[in-house]
């Protein structure tokens, strides 16, 4: 069955440095999405991203933040300089256009951990 | 912001017997409602959907009740199984134009099915 892929699974990194999620959508979706889900608090939606722009974005995805598909596989998170409260597991989905297009595939999550 | 609550962090229920998971909802442009399941270390998987036209969908051992009036879907598990363990998410999408694919989630949750 097709899968969402997300590495790293699992980053560590000190507050200030920048990070790059990455995440490889299923291949015949076109709606690419970040979410993230802080330690405790509800799965929120960061960004959605569709025909090579951005369609959504919530307050959470500010300056900091962006997204990319570098090519015709991979879709980016980058995070610039990272803080504390930026630890969270991110959460990569996709989804398709048409009738499925409203249930999203996600991705087993990034865990970054900001010290 | 608590646009989709469910109020019950835990259930525990017998193999075997019903399992019945609740949301409600404040939002009255939701017009897509899902139910997510999740193991721990895993990304959300899709498990069932409704349409806000709709007041009741069924996959296999798997029913969601939609009450618009009240605001109010459930999930039912029948008969539920110790493979059903899992935190449960309820979440759900505004109905406006465009690309919108942003999802609200509550916080889960938790269900123990004990053999």
């Known amino acids: 069955e097709p899968e969402v892929t997300q590495t790293p699974s699992h980053q560590v990194t000190q507050m200030g440095q920048e990070v790059i999620l990455r995440c490889v959508p299923i291949?015949?979706?076109?709606?690419f999405y970040w979410y993230r889900q802080i330690l405790g608090q509800k799965v929120e939606f960061l960004v959605s991203?569709?025909?090579?722009?951005?369609?959504?974005k919530s307050e959470i995805f500010d300056d900091q933040f962006s997204v990319e598909r570098p090519d015709g596989s991979n879709f980016t998170l980058k995070i610039r300089s990272t803080k504390l409260e930026d630890s969270a597991m991110y959460f990569c989905?996709?989804?398709?256009?048409?009738?499925?297009?409203?249930?999203?595939?996600f991705g087993a999550g990034s865990r970054l951990t900001v010290l | 912001d608590q646009q989709v609550k469910q109020n019950s962090p835990s259930l525990s229920v017998q193999e075997g017997r019903i399992s019945i998971l609740n949301c409600d909802y404040t939002?009255?442009?939701?017009?897509?409602f899902l139910w997510y399941k999740k193991y721990p270390a895993e990304g959300p998987t899709f498990l069932i959907s409704?349409?806000?036209i709709k007041d009741k969908n069924e996959d296999g051992r798997f029913t969601v009740f939609l009450n618009k009036s009240a605001k109010h879907l459930s999930l039912h598990i029948v008969p539920s199984q110790p493979g059903d363990s899992a935190v449960y998410f309820c979440?759900?999408?505004?109905?406006?134009?465009?690309?919108?694919?942003?999802?609200?989630w509550g916080l889960g949750t938790s269900l123990a099915v004990n053999p």
């Open positions: 979440a759900a999408k505004e109905g406006r134009a465009g690309n919108n694919r942003k999802l609200i």
């Open positions: 939002n009255s442009m939701f017009d897509y």
């Open positions: 409704i349409s806000s």
């Open positions: 291949s015949n979706h076109l709606y």
């Open positions: 991203f569709y025909n090579n722009e951005i369609s959504e």
């Open positions: 989905a996709s989804s398709p256009t048409g009738s499925g297009a409203n249930v999203l595939t």
